[in-house]
C-alpha cells in the first residue's frame, strides 16, 4: 500500500546521518545537540518530553528533517513497531502521513519528515489571538486529507488527494491489519508546506503523525520483535490526551473495556470530529462533555451558525455520545471525493476567501526560514 514511504535501517549500516553506535542513552538536550551535530548540521532543539528529545537538523539526504532520541533502551517504541511494519509503501505516495525515513539503534531513534508549517494546534491559537475566522474552503481542505488518512490506517485504501483516485489492498494478501490511531488532536495534526503532496490546491498538506498511542486490530509478526503479538501503546488507560479521549473513554470504568472500544474505527472517528469542531468554534469539546454538560442541542448550537451549512452536520455526526451512531469508515471511504468537490468548489468562490485563508495561512504558520540559519 502506497500511502506514505517507510524506510528500514535497523543497527548495521546507516545512511550518513550517524551510525548506530551513536544511539545512546539522552537524557538532556545537549545530549541530544551534540549527538545530531557529530555527522549533520544542528539547526535548532525543539524540545522533549518523558519519552524523547525532539532536534531539527539537517540531514544530508533527506533535508531538514526530526531527529527523535528516545531516552527509554529498555523497551521497543510503539511507534517504530507501527511505522515499520504496518506503514510501509510506496516512496513516490507521502499523502497525508507524516514519514519515517530510518529507525536505528536500541531505543528505536527515528528520523522523521519535518512538517514545515507547524502544528493545527498553533493554528488555532493564531485564530483565537487575531479574531479571524477560516472559511469552508480550507475545513474541506482539513476534512478531506485527515479522512484519506484515516481510511488508509483503518482500512488499507490509499485516497490520492492530488487527483482522487483510490487504491485498494491487493486481494491475493492477508487482510488488512486496521491501525487505530488513538491520539488525534491538533498537537498531532501538521502542515506541510514544503514539497506538498496535494498539487490540486494551494493550501498547504494536512499531515497526521505521532504514532506512540496506536493499536492493531490483531497480533502480527514486527519486524522488530519475533513473535505475534497486538502492537499497543504500553499505559492503556494513558494512550491519548485527556481533552481528546471520546466519552466511552472517561464514562467506562474498566481497563479492559476501554481496551477494547479504543480499538474500534469509532474511537477516531471521535476525535476525527472533535478537531474539526475545534477549528470551527475554538472549544475543546471533550472539556464541555467531562465537565457534564452533554447537552447534544448545546453542542450543535455551537456549531450550527448557518456559515458552515452541512459541515456542521458531518461533525455532528462524527461526535455522536452513541460510538454506533458515528460516521463509519465506508461511509469516509464514499465521501471522500466529494469533500474534494467541495473544497474546490469553495476555493473557487468569487470572494476569493480560499486565497485569502492561503495568505493568511503561510503568514502565521511555524514556517523557519532556512536561509537566516546557515
Not at 4 to 11: D, E, M, P, V, Y
Not at 31 to 51: F, W, Y
Not at 75 to 81: C, K, L, P, T, V
Not at 192 to 203: A, E, G, I
Amino acid at each position: 500500500m502506497d500511502c506514505a514511504f517507510f524506510g528500514k535501517k535497523i543497527g548495521g549500516e546507516s545512511d550518513g546521518w550517524h551510525s548506530s553506535s551513536a544511539i545512546d542513552r539522552v537524557g538532556t538536550a545537549t545530549d541530544a545537540e551534540d549527538q545530531a551535530m557529530s555527522t549533520n548540521r544542528l539547526i535548532k532543539h525543539i524540545g522533549g518530553g518523558v519519552e524523547a528529545e525532539i532536534t531539527l537538523i539537517d540531514h544530508p539526504n533527506h533535508g531538514v528533517v526530526i531527529l527523535k532520541t528516545r531516552k527509554d533502551t529498555s523497551q521497543i517504541s510503539n511507534e517504530a513497531n507501527v511505522a515499520l511494519t504496518l506503514i510501509q509503501g510506496d516512496q513516490s505516495s507521502r499523502n497525508t502521513l507524516c514519514q519515517v525515513f530510518s529507525i536505528e539503534g536500541p531505543a528505536s531513534d527515528m528520523i522523521i519528515e519535518y512538517c514545515d508549517g507547524g502544528d493545527l494546534r498553533y493554528v488555532i491559537n493564531q485564530l483565537h489571538v487575531q479574531s479571524y475566522c477560516l472559511g469552508k474552503a480550507f475545513l474541506r481542505h482539513v476534512q478531506l486529507h485527515l479522512g484519506a488518512a484515516l481510511v488508509y490506517l483503518h482500512c488499507g485504501i490509499h485516497f490520492d488527494v492530488a487527483v482522487g483516485d483510490y487504491k485498494y489492498p491487493s486481494l491475493h494478501g492477508p487482510p488488512w491489519n486496521r491501525i487505530s490511531h488513538r491520539d488525534i488532536k491538533p498537537d498531532n495534526i501538521f502542515l506541510r508546506w514544503t514539497n506538498k503532496v496535494d498539487s490540486s490546491c494551494l493550501f498547504p498538506d494536512i499531515i497526521l503523525g505521532d504514532f506512540g498511542n496506536a493499536i492493531t486490530e490483531r497480533n502480527f509478526d514486527s519486524v522488530l520483535r519475533d513473535h505475534g503479538r497486538r502492537i499497543e501503546a504500553p499505559m492503556r488507560r494513558n494512550f491519548c490526551g485527556q481533552n481528546y479521549g471520546p466519552p466511552e473513554f472517561f464514562l467506562l470504568e474498566g481497563g479492559d473495556d476501554i481496551e477494547n472500544v479504543s480499538v474500534l474505527s469509532s474511537f477516531d472517528m471521535w476525535q476525527f470530529g472533535a478537531t474539526l469542531y475545534e477549528l470551527v468554534t475554538r472549544i475543546v469539546l471533550n472539556m464541555v462533555l467531562q465537565n457534564q454538560d452533554r447537552n447534544p442541542d448545546k453542542t450543535r448550537k455551537w456549531i450550527s451558525k448557518e456559515d458552515w451549512g452541512e459541515i456542521s452536520a458531518e461533525v455532528i455526526n462524527m461526535i455522536k455520545e452513541n460510538r454506533t451512531e458515528r460516521v463509519t469508515d465506508e461511509m469516509l471511504v464514499k465521501i471522500l471525493p466529494i469533500w474534494k468537490t467541495r473544497r474546490n468548489e469553495e476555493f473557487d468562490k468569487e470572494d476569493g476567501v480560499g486565497r485569502r485563508d492561503v495568505g493568511w495561512l503561510r503568514e502565521n504558520t511555524q514556517r523557519i526560514d532556512m536561509l537566516r540559519m546557515k
